[in-house]
């Protein structure tokens, strides 16, 4: 079975530059999630997705991030325009509260 | 403030043994606790979770003990391989219909042959 597939893998832009990361899930999976890992922060919570329907976006950081998830099958996550202190690793999951299954990563560096 | 907290940034065991992770948490809320296992340049693998209403639950050779009077649950490797080695993530559901995961900042596990 195929897992979470996010693209690309890495991604290195320069600062002002817009960056679109993308993520299919598990197919059958309800629930899509975007975290991002920081030394200084950890893993943390950007927003999640039910049935489409964005739920929960406290996570995200400032109106330069935006995500969209058109269909069951593909969400984005789109910074705009990008900044230094962006560069992370930003992983896309998916499934529930007592399992979500994650994809290998976006690494990120902004320039 | 951090509301999942692993307290130890490393622990070191030797093969065979028994590994035992810990991780605390502030919120009585959370109704769901997970554990990872990290590999570098790899996303997070979901290696079990367990609802707060139980107490033990048990895969294999994973078997991860919840306190919720404690606050405190753990997670325990027995037989600990040289496989096993990477970072272990403790995570929990807030509840009330929120499904998004707060993690602690990982313990790094070393199986020292």
């Known amino acids: 079975d195929a897992g979470v597939i996010q693209s690309p893998r890495h991604e290195v832009t320069e600062m002002g530059q817009e960056v679109t990361l993308r993520c299919k899930p598990i197919?059958?999976?309800?629930?899509l999630f975007w975290y991002r890992q920081t030394m200084m922060r950890g893993l943390e919570l950007l927003i999640y997705?039910?049935?489409?329907?964005?739920?929960?976006d406290s996570g995200m950081p400032e109106d330069r991030f935006s995500a969209k998830m058109p269909n069951a099958s593909f969400s984005t996550l789109k910074i705009q325009p990008s900044e230094p202190r962006d560069s992370a690793v930003y992983f896309c999951?998916?499934?529930?509260?007592?399992?979500?299954?994650f994809g290998p990563g976006t690494r990120l560096t902004v320039l | 403030d951090q509301q999942v907290k692993q307290n130890s940034p490393s622990l070191s065991v030797q093969e065979g043994r028994i590994s035992i992770l810990n991780c605390d948490y502030t919120?009585?809320?959370?109704?769901?606790f997970l554990w990872y296992k990290k590999y570098p340049a790899e996303g997070p693998t979901f290696l079990i979770s367990?609802?707060?209403?139980?107490d033990k639950n048990e895969d294999g050779r994973f078997t991860v003990f919840l306190n919720k009077s404690a606050k405190h649950l753990s997670l325990h490797i027995v037989p600990s391989q040289p496989g096993d080695s990477a970072v272990y993530f403790c995570?929990?559901?807030?509840?009330?219909?929120?499904?998004?995961?707060?993690f602690g900042k990982g313990t790094h596990l070393i199986i020292q042959p």
């Open positions: 997705f039910n049935n489409n329907v964005p739920i929960d």
């Open positions: 197919s059958g999976h309800n629930s």
């Open positions: 919120n009585s809320m959370f109704d769901y």
């Open positions: 995570a929990a559901s807030p509840g009330g219909g929120a499904d998004g995961l707060t």
């Open positions: 999951a998916s499934g529930n509260k007592a399992k979500q299954f």
């Open positions: 367990i609802s707060s209403i139980k």
